[in-house]
């Protein structure tokens, strides 16, 4: 009997399951790159943001990777403020280094230091670097005003050969300003 026991175990031990989760959620993560960012780019996939996998490793996935972009999130509102007591003179000019010794640096350092702990703690929980500068300065921004609910899970109607598994699309979803600004574009109207 599984009483009081969460979540799945996927047939795997627990260090299994961490590290296949967290392969799943750096490759959902990376293909939010660009095309130019690939070795070949027919590497490249067809749609950003998805990925394929059966049904109950997405369902898994799903919460991990909500909790990474929840972190990326929270850490917007301090870069933002850490850009306000920022310098804006180049680095390493007299104006730059007269700030750099002062006042301003150190708070600066301050306001910034929450955003180090959070990239920190999502890299801690990805364990790549390359996945986690995507998640902050690509994807976190488009969810900032979104409360939750970051990812949906699409049931493939075609089973997995071999073995017959349910398959799953996993995606980001699309906010509602760039699906409103899509529709516009791609459905003409006729008067």
């Given at each position: 009997?599984?009483?009081?026991r969460?979540?799945?175990v996927?047939?795997?031990?627990?260090k299994?399951?961490?590290?296949l989760l967290?392969?799943?959620?750096i490759?959902?993560?990376?293909?939010?790159r660009?095309?130019e960012?690939y070795?070949d780019?027919?590497?490249a996939?067809?749609v950003?943001?998805?990925i394929i996998?059966?049904?109950?490793?997405?369902?898994?996935?799903?919460?991990?990777?909500?909790r990474?972009?929840?972190?990326a999130?929270?850490?917007?509102?301090?870069?933002?403020?850490?850009?306000?007591?920022a310098?804006?003179?180049d680095?390493n000019s007299?104006?730059w280094?007269?700030?750099?010794?002062?006042?301003?640096w150190?708070?600066?350092?301050?306001?910034?230091?929450p955003?180090v702990?959070?990239r920190r703690?999502?890299?801690?929980?990805?364990g790549?670097?390359?996945?986690v500068?995507?998640?902050f300065?690509?994807?976190?921004?488009?969810?900032?005003e979104?409360?939750?609910?970051?990812t949906?899970?699409l049931?493939?109607?075609?089973?997995?050969?071999?073995d017959?598994?349910?398959?799953?699309i996993?995606e980001?979803?699309?906010?509602?300003?760039?699906?409103v600004?899509?529709?516009?574009?791609?459905?003409?109207t006729v008067e």
């Open positions: 009997m599984r009483h009081r969460i979540g799945r996927l047939g795997r031990n627990p299994h399951q961490r590290a967290r392969s799943l959620a490759a959902l993560i990376l293909t939010e660009d095309v960012d070795d780019p027919k590497q996939p067809k950003k943001g998805r996998t059966t049904l109950p490793k997405a369902k898994e996935l799903r919460p991990f990777v909500e990474c972009v929840t972190l999130i929270k850490s917007l509102k301090h870069e933002k403020a850490a850009d306000l007591v310098c804006k003179a680095k007299a104006e280094k007269q700030w750099r010794d002062g006042e301003g150190k708070e600066w350092v301050k306001v910034s230091a955003v702990a959070y703690q999502v890299y801690r929980i990805l790549s670097k390359e996945a500068a995507i998640l300065e690509k994807i976190a921004p488009r969810y900032e979104r409360p939750g609910g970051y949906r899970i049931k493939l109607a075609t089973p997995r050969l071999g017959a598994g349910d398959r799953a996993i980001f979803v699309v906010p509602e300003r760039d699906r600004a899509n529709k516009a574009a791609v459905i003409p």
